[in-house]
């Protein structure tokens, strides 16, 4: 792995790997040595990207991370590029084999004392803010959320458009006088709650989907499940639903999924049905008017001190690029092996994208129970995927496939580092809440939205979300902290971006170093010390899975 102060050019993730991994781009011919081995470089690698460590022949295994990750298509030299052309995906077999796992928990006696000031619920939970959460059970009602999100974000400080406002004020009054558009700029400065009425209100936010009706009942179904789940996260304090009345997924299909999670649920939550009310006009009226009442009431919560243990942490991967497997991940997984040994609980979700590393977190299962119900989700998606013509095989983005992650197997491989090392206590189906202190694996598609969504819907009160290639991804009730692979992107995109994992690749930090950084932030926006960029700029993704085909 990387030594501090020392620059390298290559890296090699584990002894058995036949490929090296470019931290620097390297050009053609030029001489290489690692490990007391010489290299000469058949093409230029740019950073991120990987070279063969031997001459090989078609069909050769290549191995990366320790794993098999793909195979060689035809004849490659020894300095080589690994490219598309060259390298096809392929991955190991699994089964449960009952293996003795261990695990060497961190020295986590530094934190033994330390808290987060967190709202307290009523069943116990300790949220990381304090939202108002507006639920639509049908998409007929998103126009109704959107007239409702514009008055009450307006009026009440959590807007985020005023510059934007002001910019486009500014456009029109120069057109009108026929001046150039050139000399007027926005203020590329984040907006947030320096005007906030409600103090202890973090955020109003907006369930907006395109569901509820017109799909199969099962998709209404997993819906209702999906937005009750979100009414009893912790991180949310009062819920108003708006529903038209004729759709297929019930108000009443929806209340019985939230008491059925949680029979002693007591928040504030206030139902609107249209089809009831006297006009469009009185429906918005009347839902303002008893938000604003409920505004008032959890304005009273105020944060209180918990243990680290109440932290639930979801660990997520988006843009990635070949440093995400060396840096961001790698750090990341080290702050969940620490928030593991504080009794918290990690949610490492993505299936897709655990495609060629199963057999090692089968192995790490506390069970056969366990181990087998994460065998018979990777394999009954898996199946999903070629019934349609697809596989986990087509995950890759071509913005991956550019910054170097050429088969599922390589992304895979460092996308299974957020977890750790820790055993997995559970598994997880879709909307299936995490209730058991340590490692559980979520079952989500790996697109971003998708993932976040339900990551949250298990649970998490804060997502730690790494990229390479940057993504402004963000969830309506849980804090998404991203999380750079390398310092080029954080500087770049440094409005987006909370995190810089660069470091670890400059040879300035080690990855445990990296890890205890991350863990220090997500105390702080965990208490509401830092407020993350996703949250600043109001980016409240949410795409409920269908459990069709999404990878």
Same mark, same amino acid.
């Given at each position: 792995?990387?030594?501090?102060?020392? %620059?390298?050019?290559?890296?090699?993730?584990?002894?058995?790997?036949?490929?090296?991994?470019?931290? =620097?781009?390297?050009?053609?011919?030029?001489?290489?040595?690692?490990?007391?081995?010489?290299?000469?470089?058949?093409?230029?690698?740019?950073?991120?990207?990987?070279?063969?460590?031997?001459?090989?022949?078609?069909?050769?295994?290549?191995?990366?991370?320790?794993?098999?990750?793909?195979?060689?298509?035809?004849?490659?030299?020894?300095?080589?590029?690994?490219?598309?052309?060259?390298?096809?995906?392929?991955?190991?077999?699994?089964?449960?084999?009952?293996?003795?796992?261990?695990?060497?928990?961190?020295?986590?006696?530094?934190?033994?004392?330390?808290?987060?000031?967190?709202?307290?619920?009523?069943?116990?939970?300790?949220?990381?803010?304090?939202?108002?959460?507006?639920?639509?059970?049908?998409? &007929?009602?998103?126009?109704?959320?959107?007239?409702?999100?514009?008055?009450?974000?307006?009026?009440?400080?959590?807007?985020? !458009?005023?510059?934007?406002?002001?910019?486009?004020?500014?456009?029109?009054?120069?057109?009108?006088?026929?001046?150039?558009?050139?000399?007027?700029?926005?203020?590329?400065?984040?907006?947030?709650?320096?005007?906030?009425?409600?103090?202890?209100?973090?955020?109003?936010?907006?369930?907006?989907?395109?569901?509820?009706?017109?799909?199969?009942?099962?998709?209404?179904?997993?819906?209702?499940?999906?937005?009750?789940?979100?009414?009893?996260?912790?991180?949310?304090?009062?819920?108003?639903?708006?529903?038209?009345? &004729?759709?297929?997924?019930?108000?009443?299909?929806? =209340?019985?999924?939230?008491?059925?999670?949680?029979?002693?649920?007591?928040?504030?939550?206030?139902?609107?049905?249209?089809?009831?009310?006297?006009?469009?006009?009185?429906?918005?009226?009347?839902?303002?008017?008893?938000?604003?009442?409920?505004?008032?009431?959890?304005?009273?919560?105020?944060?209180?001190?918990?243990?680290?243990?109440?932290?639930?942490?979801?660990?997520?991967?988006?843009?990635?690029?070949?440093?995400?497997?060396?840096?961001?991940?790698?750090?990341?997984?080290?702050?969940?092996?620490?928030?593991?040994?504080?009794?918290?609980?990690?949610?490492?979700?993505?299936?897709?994208?655990?495609?060629?590393?199963?057999?090692?977190?089968?192995?790490?299962?506390?069970?056969?129970?366990?181990?087998?119900?994460?065998?018979?989700?990777?394999?009954?998606?898996?199946?999903?995927?070629?019934?349609?013509?697809?596989?986990?095989?087509?995950?890759?983005?071509? *913005?991956?496939? %550019?910054?170097?992650? /050429?088969?599922?197997?390589?992304?895979?491989?460092?996308?299974?580092?957020?977890?750790?090392?820790?055993?997995?206590?559970?598994?997880?189906?879709? =909307?299936?809440?995490?209730?058991?202190?340590?490692?559980?694996?979520?079952?989500?598609?790996?697109?971003?939205?998708?993932? =976040?969504?339900?990551?949250?819907?298990?649970?998490?009160?804060?997502?730690?979300?790494?990229?390479?290639?940057?993504?402004?991804?963000?969830?309506?009730?849980?804090?998404?902290?991203?999380?750079?692979?390398?310092?080029?992107?954080?500087?770049?995109? !440094?409005?987006?971006?909370?995190?810089? &994992?660069?470091? /670890? /690749?400059?040879?300035?930090?080690?990855?445990?170093?990296?890890?205890?950084?991350?863990?220090?932030? &997500?105390?702080?926006?965990?208490? *509401?010390?830092?407020?993350?960029?996703?949250?600043?700029?109001?980016?409240?993704?949410?795409?409920?899975?269908?459990?069709?085909?999404?990878?």
């Amino acid at each position: 792995m990387l030594e501090i102060g020392v %620059k390298r050019l290559v890296i090699k993730m584990h002894p058995d790997d036949n490929v090296l991994v470019a931290l =620097t781009d390297l050009t053609k011919g030029e001489s290489v040595t690692f490990e007391k081995e010489t290299f000469i470089l058949q093409d230029t690698i740019k950073a991120k990207h990987k070279f063969y460590t031997s001459d090989l022949k078609a069909g050769a295994e290549i191995i990366m991370y320790g794993v098999l990750v793909g195979k060689v298509q035809k004849d490659v030299a020894k300095g080589s590029l690994m490219t598309t052309e060259n390298l096809k995906h392929a991955a190991e077999p699994y089964q449960y084999r009952n293996v003795d796992f261990t695990w060497q928990a961190p020295d986590v006696s530094k934190y033994k004392d330390r808290t987060f000031k967190g709202y307290k619920r009523s069943d116990g939970r300790f949220g990381t803010a304090n939202y108002w959460l507006f639920v639509p059970t049908v998409f &007929c009602e998103n126009r109704n959320l959107d007239v409702i999100r514009e008055a009450l974000h307006n009026e009440l400080g959590y807007s985020v !458009s005023d510059k934007y406002t002001q910019y486009t004020h500014q456009l029109l009054e120069a057109y009108k006088k026929g001046d150039s558009l050139d000399a007027i700029d926005v203020q590329l400065t984040p907006d947030h709650t320096e005007n906030k009425v409600f103090k202890n209100v973090d955020g109003i936010k907006f369930l907006n989907h395109q569901g509820g009706c017109g799909g199969t009942r099962q998709d209404a179904s997993t819906l209702s499940a999906l937005l009750a789940s979100y009414a009893n996260h912790p991180n949310v304090a009062g819920i108003t639903v708006l529903s038209l009345g &004729c759709q297929h997924l019930q108000v009443q299909d929806f =209340t019985n999924d939230v008491k059925k999670q949680n029979p002693s649920f007591d928040k504030p939550l206030f139902i609107f049905e249209q089809q009831q009310s006297k006009s469009e006009e009185q429906l918005i009226a009347d839902a303002i008017k008893k938000t604003f009442e409920g505004l008032i009431e959890i304005n009273k919560q105020e944060r209180a001190p918990a243990p680290l243990s109440e932290l639930c942490l979801g660990v997520k991967c988006g843009g990635s690029d070949g440093f995400s497997g060396v840096s961001a991940n790698p750090a990341v997984g080290y702050t969940s092996d620490l928030l593991v040994a504080l009794g918290g609980k990690v949610l490492l979700a993505e299936f897709p994208e655990l495609c060629g590393v199963e057999q090692n977190l089968i192995d790490r299962c506390i069970s056969e129970p366990v181990a087998k119900k994460f065998i018979d989700l990777m394999q009954s998606y898996d199946a999903l995927a070629h019934k349609v013509g697809s596989g986990f095989h087509m995950n890759p983005s071509p *913005g991956n496939i %550019k910054d170097g992650l /050429i088969t599922d197997a390589i992304k895979s491989a460092g996308a299974a580092k957020k977890g750790g090392t820790a055993p997995i206590v559970d598994v997880l189906d879709y =909307t299936e809440p995490a209730t058991k202190s340590g490692l559980s694996l979520v079952c989500t598609p790996g697109n971003d939205v998708e993932a =976040t969504t339900g990551k949250a819907a298990s649970g998490a009160t804060l997502i730690l979300f790494t990229t390479g290639l940057g993504t402004p991804t963000g969830n309506p009730v849980c804090p998404v902290i991203k999380v750079a692979t390398n310092s080029i992107l954080a500087q770049k995109m !440094s409005d987006i971006i909370d995190i810089d &994992c660069g470091p /670890i /690749i400059s040879g300035e930090k080690s990855i445990e170093e990296m890890g205890e950084d991350i863990l220090e932030y &997500c105390i702080k926006a965990a208490s *509401g010390e830092i407020i993350p960029k996703a949250v600043l700029l109001n980016q409240d993704d949410f795409i409920p899975w269908k459990r069709g085909v999404s990878l």
